[in-house]
C-alpha cells in the first residue's frame, strides 16, 4: 500500500487528538472477491481491499478511503489482461448546523486524490470493468472536488431532506489511446421524503437529477453526457427482532451528443442508454444484541436503446438477478465483523456498442467479510 496515503490518514484522523479535543475514531478493512464467467467461456476476477478511517468530533466528520484492487480479464480468444494498483484516495470532510435553525443543515466537502491506476486499455474498460459484474470500475480518475450542501426538516411523523452538489473534475489519462481526457463537470440535486404510519410501517419517495458538462481531449469537445433522472419509492416493515424492506428505482438518461467531422457535439436523435429499472428485497434479523442475519434479493432491467437494432450504436436488453446473504457481530466494546456470500445470473442480448458481441449469459460469484473497529 502507498505508503503517503497510510501517513495520510492517520494524520487527518488524528489530527484533532494533538490539540486536546476528544474524537470518536473508527478503522474499518476488509477483502472482496468477484468472479464471473459468460456463455462464450470469457472470464474474470477482481479481489480488492478497502481501508477506511474515520473521525467524528461534535458536528465535524473527516474520513478518508483508499485501497487495493486487482482485477484479471481472460477472453477466449486473445490475450488475458490484469490490472493491479492502489485505488484513488478519498477524503470526506462534513460538519452539521444542527437544532440551531428551522431546519438541520449539512456542508460536505469531497475531495479525490489520484493516487489509483488510470490509461487502461480499451479491452480492460469495455470488459472486465462491467459495474454489472465486479464492484469496482473506476481505478483511478484526476483530482476532483465536490462540495455538497443538504437541507433536512422533521414536521410529526414526515421528514424531507434536499441535497445539492457540483463536482469539479480534473484532467487524466482514460486510456492508452485517450490522454489528457478533461472530464465534464456534474451538477447535482436530490430530494427525498419519508412518511412514518406507525411505529413498525414507514415510506419514501426520493428523486436524483444530474447534469454532465462536455468532457474535452486537448481542449476539443469530446462527448457530453445526457441528463440524468432517477426516481424510487420505499417501503419498510420493522418488528423487534426482524425488519424488511423493499425499494424500486427507475432511472432516465437523456439523450448524449457525440462530435462530428467539423468536431461540433451534436445529437444523434437517438438515445445511447436504455432505461433502467431496479428492485431490490432486503429482510435482516437480530439474532441477539450482537449478531444480525441478512439476505438481499435484487433483480436489474436495462431496456435496449432507442437506437435500430443494426445501428452501431445499438445495445440490447439486459436482465439479472442476484442474490445475497450476510451475517455481522459485535465484539466486546470497539469491533465489528461481517461476512457475505452472493450470486448472480444476467442475460445480455446482441449489440454494437461499445463492441460488436451476440447474445449470452453471465454467472457470477462474490464472497467477502469486513472488520470494524471504533474507539
Known amino acids: 500500500m502507498n505508503k503517503f ?67 484479471f480479464y481472460d477472453p477466449h480468444f486473445g490475450e488475458n489482461d490484469s490490472i493491479s494498483h492502489t485505488l484513488d484516495t478519498k477524503l470526506n470532510f462534513s460538519y452539521g448546523i444542527l437544532d440551531k435553525l428551522p431546519f438541520q443543515v449539512l456542508l460536505g466537502l469531497d475531495l479525490n486524490l489520484p493516487t489509483g491506476k488510470t490509461a487502461l486499455t480499451s479491452k480492460m474498460l469495455m470488459q472486465a470493468l462491467d459495474p454489472d459484474l465486479v464492484s469496482i470500475t473506476k481505478l483511478g480518475e484526476g483530482f476532483n472536488v465536490n462540495p455538497t450542501l443538504t437541507l433536512a426538516k422533521q414536521w410529526g411523523n414526515w421528514v424531507a431532506g434536499l441535497g445539492v452538489g457540483y463536482l469539479w473534475r480534473g484532467e487524466y489519462d482514460y486510456a492508452t489511446d485517450l490522454r489528457n481526457y ?21 415510506a419514501r419517495l426520493f428523486g436524483q437529477y444530474a447534469w454532465f458538462g462536455k468532457d474535452e481531449v486537448e481542449n476539443h469537445p469530446y462527448y457530453q453526457e445526457g441528463d440524468f433522472y432517477l426516481a424510487g419509492a420505499g417501503l419498510r416493515y420493522s418488528q423487534k427482532t426482524w425488519d424488511t424492506a423493499f425499494t424500486m428505482r427507475y432511472i432516465f438518461r437523456g439523450r448524449s451528443e457525440f462530435p462530428t467531422q467539423s468536431g461540433d457535439l451534436v445529437n444523434p436523435g437517438h438515445g445511447i442508454h436504455g432505461n433502467e429499472w431496479t428492485g431490490d428485497l432486503l429482510l435482516r434479523y437480530l439474532a441477539g444484541d450482537k449478531t444480525t442475519l441478512w439476505t438481499r434479493l435484487q433483480g436489474l432491467i436495462l431496456e435496449a436503446n432507442d437506437f435500430p437494432s443494426d445501428s452501431s450504436s445499438y445495445v440490447g436488453r439486459r436482465q439479472k438477478i442476484s442474490l445475497e446473504i450476510g451475517a455481522k457481530r459485535v465484539f466486546g466494546e470497539h469491533w465489528e465483523a461481517g461476512l457475505f456470500l452472493g450470486g448472480f445470473t444476467m442475460h445480455d442480448e446482441p449489440r454494437q456498442f461499445p463492441d460488436v458481441r451476440g447474445e449470452r449469459t453471465f454467472n457470477g460469484l462474490s464472497v467477502g467479510g469486513n472488520l470494524t473497529a471504533k474507539f
Do not use: C, H
Request: hydrophobic share 45%; net charge negative.
Open 182 to 202: 478533461d472530464a465534464g463537470d456534474i451538477f447535482t440535486t436530490t430530494a427525498e421524503v419519508r412518511y412514518e404510519f406507525s411505529p413498525a410501517w414507514s
Open 5 to 71: 496515503i497510510l501517513i495520510l490518514a492517520f494524520l487527518v484522523v488524528f489530527s484533532f487528538q494533538g490539540i486536546g479535543l476528544a474524537i470518536d475514531v473508527g478503522m474499518e478493512t476488509g477483502v472482496q472477491f468477484d468472479g464471473w464467467k459468460d456463455s462464450e467461456k470469457n472470464s474474470g476476477y477482481q479481489s480488492f481491499i478497502p481501508l477506511k478511517f474515520s473521525a467524528q468530533m461534535e458536528e465535524f466528520s473527516v474520513s478518508v478511503l483508499t485501497g487495493y484492487a486487482y482485477t
